[in-house]
């Protein structure tokens, strides 16, 4: 199972990106996919969840201006951010937890990190 992470890049403050990841391989089903983030010198932190049935969860910081969304049939991610702040820079990682045969244990996947730079 690989996870394929695209769409960083620098932006000035106030504008928009959007993070796509999309999930590659052998599984059974993609469970939960979340998007985390880490800044220079900070732990890894979870910026929003997504379920398999479309409920999400988002962390208070982004609340308002982060969405996330998921398409099931092509196995995406996606990350619309908008009034993107200097706080919000870092790297972003998405994760999913995927079952990889019917009666399997569900695993973590994580994807490579795709850089968001806010400008101020």
């Known amino acids: 199972v690989q996870l394929q992470a695209s769409g960083g890049g620098l932006v000035q403050a106030g504008g928009s990106l959007r993070l796509s990841c999309a999930a590659s391989g052998t599984f059974f089903s993609v469970n939960t996919m979340d998007w985390y983030r880490q800044a220079p010198g900070k732990q890894r932190e979870l910026v929003a969840r997504?379920?398999?049935?479309?409920?999400?969860m988002y962390a208070d910081s982004v609340k308002g201006r982060f969405t996330i969304s998921r398409d099931n049939f092509k196995n995406t991610v996606y990350l619309q951010m908008n009034s993107l702040k200097s706080e919000d820079t870092g790297a972003y990682y998405c994760?999913?937890?995927?079952?990889?045969?019917?009666?399997?244990?569900?695993?973590?996947?994580w994807g490579h990190g795709t850089q968001v730079t806010v400008s101020s």
């Open positions: 997504i379920t398999s049935y479309h409920s999400t």
């Open positions: 994760h999913a937890k995927v079952t990889t045969s019917r009666y399997g244990p569900e695993d973590d996947y």
